[in-house]
DNA sequence: ATCATTGCAAACCGTTTGCAGCCTT
DNA sequence: AAGGCTGCAAACGGTTTGCAATGAT
C-alpha cells in the first residue's frame, strides 16, 4: 500500500512513532489531508473531504486521532472557528515555544481563506504591561487577527 | 408585570427600542440573565438557567435575541467558548469603539471563571508593524487570556 | 390591525461514549 | 499473541430553518 507523504506527515508520523503510537492508515490519511490543506479543517470537514475521496475513515476516529495529535503538538486549533491546522515545520521551533508558552497567532485571510501562523515579537511586553497594571497573572493567550493577506491585499 | 431590571438591562433595551425593536417578555428575561451573570453564557445554557427560574423561553427565541443583541454590539461573544457576555456599561465608550474596530480583549480568569474585558493600549501598535512587516490588512482581531484575577492570584 | 416576534416541529451538524473486533507491533 | 486502535451504534448537545400563532405597537 501506497502514500504520498511529504515533510509534515512524514515528520508527525515519525513523532508518533517515537512516543510508542502506532502508524495506522486513517493517522496516515489525516496527516496527509492537513499537509494538502493551507485553511484548516474541522474534524467532520476531514470525513467529508476523505470520503469524497474514496477514503473511509469513521469521524469518531477522526476525532480521536486529532485528539493524539493536538497532545503532541501536531496540529494547532483555531479558537474561532474550532478548526484544525498543521504545525509548520518551518515555524517548528517558534511552534514548539508557542506551545509550551499556551500561546496561539493566527491570522486569517478573509478573502482567500489562507491561515497563517505569525510571529508577534512585542506581544509578551504589551501583556506584561497589563498584568503589572491589573495585578492579574497571564498563563495563556490566543491572537486571532483577520483581514487580507498580502496578495488579496496588493491584488 | 414586573422586571427587576438593572442599568445594563436598561440601556440595552432603550438602544433596542430606539432601533424600533419591540420590547418583549423574552428580550427583557435574557437581558436580565446577562446582567447577573458575569461568567458568560452559551444560548443554550441560558435556555436551561431560565427554565430553572420557571421562565420558559423557547431556545429558538434565544439564538434569535442573541443574533439580535450582537448586530447592535450588546453582547460579546467569546472566541474560545462561544459564550456570551454582556457589554459592560463603564466600558461603553472604549466597548463601542472596540466593537467598531472590531477588536476584542478579554481576560478569563481560570480559578473563579470570572470574564472581564481589558484595555489593551498597545496592541495596535504591535499590530500595525506585523501589518508592515508581512504586507498584510488587519480588519479585526481577538486577543483571549487566560490566567488568575487580582484576587484568585493574591488569594 | 399590522407585522415583528415567538413557539413549535423537525432536521441537521458536530461531538462524545462504550464496546466488540481488527490490525500494528 | 497482546493490546492499541478503529468502526459501529447510539445518544447527546447545540444550532438552524420554516411555518403558524401570538402579542407589541
Tied chains: 1, 2.
Excluded at 509534515?8 to 492508515?25: C, D, P, S, W
Aim: hydrophobic residues 35%.
Amino acid at each position: 500500500m501506497w502514500f504520498i507523504v511529504g515533510h509534515y506527515a512524514t515528520h508527525a508520523l515519525a513523532v508518533l512513532k517515537e512516543k510508542g503510537y502506532r502508524i495506522t492508515k486513517p493517522r496516515r490519511l489525516v496527516l496527509e489531508l492537513l499537509e494538502r490543506t493551507a485553511e484548516g479543517l474541522s474534524p467532520y470537514e476531514m470525513g467529508d473531504l476523505l470520503r469524497e475521496n474514496g477514503q473511509e475513515i469513521d469521524t469518531v476516529s477522526i476525532y480521536r486521532i486529532i485528539e493524539t495529535l493536538e497532545k503532541h503538538h501536531l496540529v494547532h486549533r483555531l479558537l474561532g472557528s474550532g478548526k484544525l491546522l498543521k504545525c509548520h515545520l518551518e515555524d517548528e521551533s517558534h511552534c514548539e515555544k508557542a506551545q509550551h508558552d499556551h500561546c496561539h497567532h493566527f491570522f486569517i485571510c478573509t478573502a482567500c481563506g489562507a491561515i497563517q501562523e505569525v510571529h508577534c515579537p512585542n506581544l509578551q511586553e504589551v501583556l506584561a504591561v497589563l498584568e503589572a497594571a491589573q495585578g492579574i497573572h497571564i498563563t495563556e493567550h490566543s491572537l486571532e487577527l483577520r483581514g487580507q493577506c498580502r496578495a488579496c491585499y496588493v491584488g
